[in-house]
């Protein structure tokens, strides 16, 4: 395996930039906000964490500067400034849950009697490195709770193939990955035959970064189309698929990239098992099911228009619809892999617990 360790974010505290292919600096909420939206930084971990370290920067900027600001005026500043990263994209719900999870700690900052705008600066970006490290631990423990799940379920089998759908790795987190990093333990347990990845329509997410990631990675592995998954499922023996989330409900109800769904329909007609890997902040509590998750869509372009030539390679006049997102119930979820552990038991409506896995664990 490699030692350098891919890595789509690179902070350390006052600077803090992502990978584009040339690094971008991060310097504001304003960058942060768009780096998001366009996309320069996506799936639902670095999301968050890209949120939260572009205002450890201004927190830190605004310390060197010397700052007097009241307390107060300090916290309304910042709840302003998370307020309106939580609108740069509406699905994965770990940006929602660092929001909020930042208010609370700035709202319980204020009740002590010695605080001072220093003093909340200081705790946005220590909670911002905070949320950075935790990630790296946690997507070590899905890798190895995921890893262990799947050699149990195949105990001596030693030529496992598995599938994957858009970019759940090093791309996605801060380092290792969720979907990617149990395919990664597996691949370092030398059982893994075979990864294989979908191209994943329309940004490409896997055949730009997946593939990469899996390359980089001196792990085998092959690039499918998104609508060759059947037929792969059919013709060569796969032995689980795993992806990773953006939401996961509190009945397990999952939402992933498009295309997921129709993956696990198909893994669930080939008797093929299918988990969902996450860290338990992108498991939302508050939303009993899928059908109450709000699915971002997509601008038009990204199907209409050649991404190489930048030309229209679509008729004028065709309605577009283009979901980013789609909803994978949890009768099709075989398990969803968290770093407190596998969630693998159902109720009498073939749907998890989710909140009762997580109080008790
Ligand atoms: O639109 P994207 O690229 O942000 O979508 C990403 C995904 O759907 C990932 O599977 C998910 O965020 C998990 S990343 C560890």
């Not at 600096?25 to 964490?49: C, Q, Y």
């Not at 869509?297 to 390679?313: D, G, P």
């Not at 119930?329 to 998890?352: H, M, R, W």
């Amino acid at each position: 395996m490699s030692t350098a360790t891919l890595e789509a974010i690179k902070y350390v505290r006052g600077d803090l930039k992502i990978l584009d292919q040339l690094l971008i600096p991060v310097l504001t909420s304003e960058d942060a906000f768009k780096a998001i939206a366009e996309m320069k930084v996506r799936g639902a971990p670095a999301i968050a964490i890209v949120a939260a370290l572009c205002l450890a920067v201004e927190a830190n900027e605004m310390l060197k500067k010397g700052e007097n600001a009241s307390a107060e005026e300090i916290a309304k500043l910042f709840s302003e400034k998370l307020d309106y990263l939580s609108l740069s994209r509406p699905t994965a719900v770990n940006l929602f849950i660092m929001v909020d999870d930042f208010k609370k700690k700035i709202k319980a900052a204020l009740e002590n009697t010695n605080c001072n705008g220093s003093f909340i600066l200081q705790l946005i970006i220590d909670e911002a490195e905070n949320l950075m490290n935790e990630d790296i631990e946690e997507n070590h423990k899905i890798s190895h709770f995921g890893a262990d799940h799947i050699l149990d379920l195949y105990s001596g089998d030693k030529e496992l193939r598995v599938l994957t759908h858009c970019n759940t790795g090093a791309l996605a987190t801060m380092k290792y990955g969720t979907a990617l990093g149990v395919i990664r333990a597996l691949h370092g347990h030398n059982v893994l035959t075979h990864a294989y990845c979908t191209e994943t329509r329309p940004y490409n997410q896997g055949a730009r970064l997946t593939a990469f990631e899996l390359v980089y990675e001196k792990i085998p592995a092959t690039l499918i189309v998104d609508s060759a998954v059947s037929y792969l499922m059919s013709t060569k023996k796969i032995h689980c698929v795993v992806v990773g989330a953006d939401r996961v409900c509190n009945n397990g109800d999952t939402a992933n990239k498009v295309g997921t769904y129709q993956i696990a329909i198909a893994a669930k007609f080939h008797n093929i098992p299918f988990f969902v890997a996450a860290p338990s902040k992108s498991i939302d509590l508050n939303t009993s099911d899928g059908s109450k998750i709000k699915i971002e869509q997509r601008h038009e372009n990204e199907i209409t228009m050649n991404s190489h030539s930048n030309k229209r390679i679509v008729v004028d006049g065709v309605g577009v619809w283009n979901p980013g997102f789609d909803v994978t119930p949890a009768t099709l979820i075989t398990g969803i892999i968290t770093e407190l552990g596998v969630i693998s038991t159902k109720n009498e409506n073939n749907e998890f617990d989710v909140q009762h896995f997580l109080t008790s664990n």
